[in-house]
Structures are given as C-alpha cells and as structure tokens.
C-alpha cells in the first residue's frame, strides 16, 4: 500500500503553506493531530500484573481498591499512656509497642503507649507523654494536659482513612512512587496494569556525532539523549535505540524489522535530498495518519500505521523532524497521545494558566513556545528557535500558542515538561 494521499480521517482541506514540497497534503491542525494520535491507539493494550517494584509508570488496568480498613487497627497517634476513662489512672502493665496485640484495659487504668501501637480494648483516649505526670510512688498517673483529655484524643480509629472494599484511584491512574506506597498500605503485593507501550528510536542523519565538540560542519546527536528518558517518562518501554544511515535500505529495514508497538524516527521528514522517510513508509506499505501539522516548530512531524507484525500486533510510528525543539514539539503533539493511549493513562485534560507577557503566535499555525510558570502566570523564555534547546533546558512548560499569539492577562493552554 503507498502512503495515503488523500485525508483518511477528517477530509480537511489543503493549504498550500504546511505542504510538503511536491505534496498535496495539508497540515493539520494541531488539536485535531492530537486527537488523531490519541484515536489511533484504539484499546489500551492488555493488563497484565506486575510486582509493585515492577509497576511504577504503568497505568492501572482496575481501579485500586482497599483490601482493608486502613487504619486496620485503633492505632495510637502519640507516645504516651493508653486510658480507660477519666483520671486519674492506676498503671497496669508494661507497655504496648507497635506490631503487638495489646488485652483489654480495665476501667480507671492506663498503660504505656507507642505511637502507632494498636491501642487496648476498652481505652477511651491516648494522653500524650509529655501530657501526664506519675506519682513518685509510680502507681497513678495525673492528666497535666491544657484540656480536658475527651474521649477519642490521640486515637486513629480503624476506617478512618478508608473502609474494606472502598475505592482508592480509578483505573487508568499512573503508578508513581506516591500510588506505589499507597498499595502497599492498602495491602498489595502486586497491581493489574496495562502492559507499557515499546518503542525503537531510530535516529537518522550522517551529520551527528555522539561524542566531543561540535566540528567540521558537524552537530552532537541532541535526541538521541533526550528522547529515551522522556519516553520512559511517558509510560513507553524504549527496548532500542539506533543510529540509522542517510540512506533509503537501512531505514527501510529498520522500519520493517521493528517488533515496536510504536517506531520513533528523528530527522528525514522533510524533503531534503537524504530525506527518505517518506519514500521508506510509501516501500513499507505504511498508511499516512498525519503528514505535517499546522504548528511551529516541527510541522513536518507526521504520524502512520505500520503493517502489523506476525503475530498480529499493530504497530505506529512517529516521525519527529530533526530540529531538536520541532523534535520535542512532534513528540507532545503525536507521540504522547499516542503512548499515554496505549499505556492506558488518563488523560489529566488541559492546563490554563494566565499569560504574565504577551506571546508571540504564528500568523495562522499553533506555535509551542518554552516557557517557566511562578504560580499561576507563564512567561516566555528566548531562544526558542526550532534548532535551540537553550530555551526548553530551562522551561518547565510549552505554552499553546494559538494562531496570532496571546496577550499578557489571558489564559494560554501549557504542556508540563518532565523534571519540573
Ligand atoms: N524546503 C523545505 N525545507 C525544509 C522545510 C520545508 O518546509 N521546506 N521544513 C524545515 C523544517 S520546519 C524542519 S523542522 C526541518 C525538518 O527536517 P528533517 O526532519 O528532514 O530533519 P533533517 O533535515 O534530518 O535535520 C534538520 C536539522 O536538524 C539537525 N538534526 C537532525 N537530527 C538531529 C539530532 N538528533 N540532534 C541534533 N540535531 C539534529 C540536522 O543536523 C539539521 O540541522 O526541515 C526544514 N527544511
Ligand atoms: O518546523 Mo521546523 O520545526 O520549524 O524547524
């Protein structure tokens, strides 16, 4: 099959300025190639259980829901003296730590307390140890405390943070250090999650180097760095990484060989005299989902369905422009969609925050500009040009910049970057 040429999805008119050289098609707009990626995906893939230790960065396939009452005991919340009652209390035994199972506390008694020791059947109150005063003969304790010591004080009741069978996170949640300590709480030793999305990143160019200073007309491999964190950030299993050759066969090999769910190419997209990218997907039999994007930087970025492997799994790809920022700017716009789907995440919906400058648009494209957010106001960073990284290494968003810009006091929809 060659790459489509007319609109397999929405039929949107040409326009001449997001073409391709020699090409019809018409570039995208930037929300409707997001939703492309997203829909692409169809079903998450399957759920599979994972250790917790192995479960970070998925996403849940069922909703995490308690195995028990959490507390699963009355539990002390000080160190101090378990109490039957109003005082003052005659000691009875030696002390209740925490993982013991305490007997019953007789009516006008007190007993030694740890924090987070199940406290006695029949206790009424925790009265803190800096609360309480001993007789010299060591036998009565005396409440020293500024209020009266109410029924309840310094006790968590079992259920208070959730009951047995009550639901904690809905499917769909990521699995982030804060949910694994949550499961363990809950009782969990292992958690259903779908399976992570694999991905190969090939990345083209003869040019690159991938060690030392930038020289004789070359650049360092900027992606090759980059990209792999990023995408394990984003849920996927990045099972490899090549430098491919400007070259139409070893691409095209790659391609078809790839057992990925989702390939991520760099650079080629264009049609430059050693951008083969196209020719690669047209020999492959690949569909065009997205060819070009009405969006600055990286509008070259484009989007396709690969013939299925063997065993009949479907399989994507992601072509990033080879301009680092355009690079970044494909892969919030098609790859993240496209893996948070597969990986079976949540979309969280938009962030709107208030613009504290203005931000400079494109005339009629969406334009992803670096920015830094101080509570609730974004402001522009410079050196934003599509090759530049400067500006990104210190945003910790790209704004949505709408066609025309946006000025200073209104809301601009933001992508939040990792690491921020
Ligand atoms: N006649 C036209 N030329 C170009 C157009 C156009 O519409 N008409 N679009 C420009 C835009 S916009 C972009 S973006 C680039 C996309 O080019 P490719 O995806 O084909 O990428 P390359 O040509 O291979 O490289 C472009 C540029 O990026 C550097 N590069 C590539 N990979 C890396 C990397 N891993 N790390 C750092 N830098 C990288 C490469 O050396 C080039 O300088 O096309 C424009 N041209
Ligand atoms: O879209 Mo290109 O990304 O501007 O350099």
């Not at 987070?116 to 009265?127: F, K, N, R, Y």
């Not at 980059?226 to 090549?242: D, K």
Request: with cysteine.
């Amino acid at each position: 099959m060659t790459p489509s040429r007319t609109d397999p999805a929405d039929g949107t008119a040409p326009h001449a300025s997001h073409a391709r050289p020699g090409s019809p098609r018409a570039a995208r707009d930037w929300e409707r190639a997001r939703s492309i990626a997203r829909s692409c995906a169809g079903q998450p893939l399957p759920a599979v259980p994972r250790t917790l230790a192995d479960a970070l960065g998925h996403a849940l396939a069922e909703p995490l829901v308690a195995l028990t009452d959490l507390p699963s005991f009355d539990t002390a919340a000080m160190d101090g003296w378990a109490v039957a009652g109003p005082g003052p209390w005659r000691l009875s035994g030696a002390g209740v730590l925490a993982g013991e199972e305490p007997g019953p506390l007789a009516p006008g008694t007190a007993v030694p307390i740890a924090t987070g020791a199940p406290v006695p059947p029949g206790a009424t109150a925790v009265l803190r140890s800096e609360h309480g005063a001993v007789d010299p003969g060591q036998d009565l304790l005396y409440d020293r405390s500024p209020g009266p010591v109410c029924a309840g004080r310094d006790i968590r009741p079992r259920g208070q943070e959730c009951r047995s069978g009550e639901p904690l996170l809905p499917a769909g949640s990521t699995v982030t250090e804060r949910v694994l300590g949550h499961a363990a709480a809950a009782g969990y030793d292992r958690l259903t999650v779908h399976r992570r999305p694999s991905v190969e990143l090939l990345v083209l160019g003869d040019e690159l180097l991938e060690h030392g200073v930038p020289r004789g007309g070359r650049v360092r491999d900027a992606l090759g760095p980059l990209l792999p964190p990023w995408l394990h950030g984003l849920g996927a299993e990045v099972i490899g990484r090549h430098r491919i050759a400007d070259d139409l066969g070893p691409l095209r090999e790659a391609v078809r060989r790839s057992p990925a769910d989702v390939v991520i190419t760099t650079g080629s997209t264009a049609a430059g005299p050693v951008d083969f990218l196209h020719d690669t997907l047209r020999s492959v039999g690949a569909r065009l989902l997205v060819d070009s994007v009405a969006v600055r930087p990286g509008h070259p970025m484009l989007l396709a369905e690969l013939p299925a492997t063997a065993d009949g799994r479907a399989r994507r790809l992601v072509g990033l422009p080879g301009n680092p920022l355009a690079a970044v700017a494909g892969l919030v716009t098609l790859a993240e969609p496209l893996l948070r789907h597969l990986g079976g995440h949540r979309d969280p919906g938009p962030v709107r925050l208030t613009a504290a400058a203005a931000l400079p648009g494109h005339p009629c494209d969406t334009r992803l500009l670096p920015v830094f957010t101080a509570g609730q106001e974004v402001t522009p960073l410079p050196f934003d040009g599509p090759a530049m990284l400067r500006g990104l290494a210190l945003a910790d968003a790209l704004a949505v910049v709408p066609p025309g810009g946006v000025v200073a006091g209104a809301t601009v929809e933001v992508l939040e970057l990792p690491g921020r």
